[in-house]
């Protein structure tokens, strides 16, 4: 990942990491219970962070995330009492969430709903995806009547995450991590496939990251879950509609829209171009969308204007 500049101090807090989008910040006390997670405004494609960022989506990723977190009946990693952390600053509190630190796993933990990105092009290869056989003749896009449970190893910064299966999880992380790893992603989406359903929403695909309690030993969710950026949402009156094109019906509700324009004006050599104003505008557009199909409620950031 290239452009990635260190973000702004946060007073009673350290910067120790910062991802594609969310950057880790631990207390500046050197107490080890808490970590400040911030969603950032970032966007990225092809490996690159693109300027310039989209204003309100960080804001928005998190209020999604905790919206999720109030109808999943499993613990995660959200402190609702602050206790002994240090306050969360005021300029990044609409995007911060302060949670417990975890031992977290190195298995990110992928269900599939449908065939669609990298797991229908390793089916086109081998008929499977990551060891599990499906059923000859499936095409993009195509539902799987069973969600599948198809593990991902955590690589080191810079590096690729890797697609394993779940034996090879097992000699990760253990038979009786693995298996709770699995039940508990696979209990997760198929709950939140059929609420996003009952929204006129297709739920793809997602990802979710899972670490224990150093104190109980307790299995917690965590990192962020089942937004725009860890999962692919369609448009379920597109999807099932046969008139429209393959293109249309899986048109995600996520930074496409920056894939697509950035794909056509750059070949991928030097420096990426600037986004413009309208396609900066049009992609809040989409995660906003989503956010306002599935709860219902307003984001809590003013839309872009086009």
């Excluded at 300027?51 to 998190?62: H, Y």
């Excluded at 038979?175 to 009952?198: P, Y």
């Amino acid at each position: 990942m290239t452009n990635l500049s260190s973000p702004a101090p946060l007073d009673g807090w350290t910067h120790i990491y910062s991802g594609k989008v969310r950057d880790l910040y631990a207390p500046a006390d050197g107490s080890d219970d808490y970590l400040l997670v911030v969603a950032s405004n970032r966007v990225s494609a092809f490996d690159h962070v693109l300027e310039p960022p989209i204003p309100g989506k960080g804001a928005l990723l998190t209020a999604l995330s905790n919206w999720w977190f109030e109808r999943i009946a499993l613990p995660n990693h959200l402190v609702s009492e602050q206790g002994s952390a240090p306050a969360v600053p005021g300029e990044v509190r609409d995007r911060a969430m302060l949670t417990r630190k975890l031992e977290m796993h190195p298995v990110e933990c992928v269900v599939r709903g449908a065939l669609t990105g990298s797991g229908f092009a390793e089916y086109q290869r081998t008929g499977a995806v990551c060891g599990i056989e499906l059923p000859a003749g499936l095409e993009d896009g195509d539902e799987l009547e069973t969600p599948i449970y198809t593990p991902a190893y955590k690589a080191p910064l810079g590096e690729h995450d890797e697609n394993i299966t779940f034996e090879q999880s097992v000699e990760l992380v253990g038979e009786e991590v693995a298996t709770a790893l699995r039940d508990a992603s696979l209990q997760i989406f198929t709950a939140a496939r059929e609420l996003a359903a009952s929204r006129g929403v297709v739920l793809a695909d997602t990802k979710f990251e899972f670490g224990n309690d150093p104190r109980t030993g307790e299995l917690v969710l965590a990192d962020e879950v089942l937004t725009s950026d860890s999962s692919r949402y369609w448009d379920a009156a597109a999807y099932h509609d046969e008139t429209l094109s393959r293109a249309d019906r899986l048109a995600s509700f996520d930074k496409q829209i920056v894939r697509n324009w950035l794909a056509s004006h750059w070949d991928r050599t030097g420096e990426p171009p600037v986004l413009p104003d309208d396609i900066v505008a049009q992609t809040y557009a989409r995660y906003r969308e989503l956010y306002v199909r599935l709860t219902g409620g307003e984001p809590p950031y003013a839309p872009v204007a086009v």
